[in-house]
Antibody, heavy 121, light 110 residues
Framework: QVQLEESGGAVVRPGASLRLSCAAS????????MHWVRQAPGKGLEWVAV????????YYADSVRGRFTISRDISKNTLYLHMNSLRGEDTAVYYC??????????????WGQGTLVSVSS | QSALTQPASVSGSPGQSITISCTGT?????????VSWYQQHPGRAPKLIIF???SRPSGISSRFSGSKSGDAASLTISGLQAEDEGDYYC??????????FGGGTKLTLL
């Protein structure tokens, strides 16, 4: 059974940095494409980033490209999202999601419970 | 890229059928058969109910079905049940190796 558990969410000031973690169990993070998806309070879903199973391909939404970086530690079976230069519009619940495939067509088969990031002065 | 277009809300009575539309462009739905649908209940993570336009994951009721025509996709829920109430989102793979979601549709049972 696949389980994804996000952590690292916090209340931070604009311009701050934060690292989110997604600990996976029941599935190796290097067997499938792994994504980050966010949801602002009361709003819809927004795709953020993806890493392919081989780790060679990383893609980002225009809204975060250049500020956020997706990475993983295979030995810890954990996916990360490094977030820099945080803005108020980055406030959201951040979900880790496992794709159905090894490359990212964006079929989010399994989801974590989410971790809240709040950016406020 | 702009979000896929979904109606903000739909409603139906128990036992009835409803359809939720999802309109995109040639850069997303029109070019790829990677359309998915998700159900989300308040305070919960989304749940995959349809993938690759019209395939259901294991354990998802056959009351849920999907289709696509041109730049638009749709989700049909037949035999509405109380537990179907919630938010529904479509998504599509898009050019530039990105994924785009719809704005979401709130389903209310009358």
């Amino acid at each position: 059974q696949v389980q994804l558990e996000e952590s690292g969410g916090a209340v931070v000031r604009p311009g701050a940095s934060l690292r989110l973690s997604c600990a996976a169990s029941g599935v190796p993070v290097n067997n499938y494409a792994m994504h980050w998806v966010r949801q602002a309070p009361g709003k819809g879903l927004e795709w953020v980033a993806v890493m392919s199973s081989d780790g060679n391909n990383k893609y980002y939404a225009d809204s975060v490209r250049g500020r956020f970086t997706i990475s993983r530690d295979i030995s810890k079976n954990t996916l990360y999202l490094h977030m820099n230069s945080l803005r108020g519009e980055d406030t959201a619940v951040y979900y880790c999601a496992k794709d159905r495939y090894d490359e990212p067509p964006g079929c989010f088969e399994s989801w974590g419970q989410g971790t809240l990031v709040s950016v406020s002065s | 890229q702009s979000a896929l277009t979904q109606p903000a809300s739909v409603s139906g009575s128990p036992g009835q059928s409803i359809t939720i539309s999802c309109t995109g462009t040639r850069s997303d739905i029109g070019s790829y058969n990677f359309v998915s649908w998700y159900q989300q209940h308040p305070g919960r993570a989304p749940k995959l109910i349809i993938f690759n336009v019209n395939s259901r994951p294991s354990g998802i009721s056959s009351r849920f079905s999907g289709s696509k025509s041109g730049d638009a996709a749709s989700l049909t829920i037949s035999g509405l049940q109380a537990e179907d109430e919630g938010d529904y989102y479509c998504s599509s793979f898009a050019s530039g190796n990105s994924v785009i979601f719809g704005g979401g549709t709130k389903l209310t049972l009358l």
